[in-house]
């Protein structure tokens, strides 16, 4: 069973602020990491994916991934009150189920105007 | 990205009575998807592996003679509740994987489900 583990939150911003939501995972092979926004009611979509050590940015978002640390983790600059939703860092299953992810639990984020 | 769909988006059912949900991947072929449920403020948790021609692997825990899988094709798979009762209520939420470098799983919009 692979551990993927999110800082617990609730985490809360003021609009315009960088929030930052961190992920630690276990298994130090894995390769690929990826980050889900949920809304409540809602299913996960997915905002980004970092396969390389270093900084993926794309838009208001950027992944940081830093391998030996086994640490990955989704900053949000100028964050809106739109972003508020739960954030679910995922890592896929190096074993025999192709494409199986393991999540943690997410973590919350709430934008206050 | 890709597109998942799900049906239908809500349901309501009587005690006792079974519900299909469909999963279906509309531009692209999916060989595997997956099968969620989550419970309000809940995580995800993931109930089987569903292969398109061949069985569906369960969970541990998950009773696969009550949560019926069928992925008879690239595009479209099947969750049958069968004798829904109330604790099954809950809000079930498929993926499938688009098999490029990526393997990147993209999630349906999910069905709620309640059992009265």
């Known amino acids: 069973q692979k551990e993927v583990e999110q800082n617990s939150g609730p985490l809360s911003v003021p609009e315009g602020a960088i929030a930052s939501l961190n992920c630690t995972y276990s298994?130090?092979?894995?390769?690929?990491f990826f980050w889900y926004r949920q809304y409540s009611g809602k299913s996960p979509e997915l905002i980004m994916f970092?396969?390389?050590?270093g900084d993926k940015e794309d838009g208001r978002f950027t992944a940081q991934l830093n391998k030996a640390s086994q640490y990955v983790s989704l900053l949000i600059r100028d964050s809106q009150p739109s972003d508020s939703a739960t954030y679910l860092c995922a890592v896929p299953d190096r074993g025999s189920t192709l494409g199986r992810l393991y999540f943690g639990r997410g973590t919350q984020l709430t934008v206050w105007p | 990205g890709a597109v998942v769909s799900q049906h239908p988006s809500r349901v309501i059912c009587k005690s006792g009575t079974s519900v299909k949900i469909e999963c279906r991947s509309l531009?692209?072929?999916?060989?595997?998807m997956f099968w969620y449920r989550q419970f309000p403020k809940q995580s995800l948790m993931l109930m089987a592996t569903?292969?398109?021609?061949?069985?569906?692997?369960?969970e541990q825990g998950v009773e696969k003679d009550k949560f019926l899988i069928n992925h008879a094709s690239l595009t479209l798979s099947t969750l049958t509740v069968t004798s829904a009762h109330p604790e099954d209520s809950s809000f079930y939420i498929c993926?499938?994987?688009?098999?490029?470098?990526?393997?990147?799983?993209?999630f349906g919009p999910g069905t709620r489900l309640t059992v009265l």
């Open positions: 569903s292969n398109e021609g061949s069985k569906a692997t369960y």
């Open positions: 970092i396969y390389s050590n």
């Open positions: 298994d130090r092979g894995s390769q690929s």
């Open positions: 531009d692209f072929q999916a060989t595997t």
């Open positions: 993926s499938a994987i688009r098999l490029d470098f990526t393997d990147t799983q993209y």
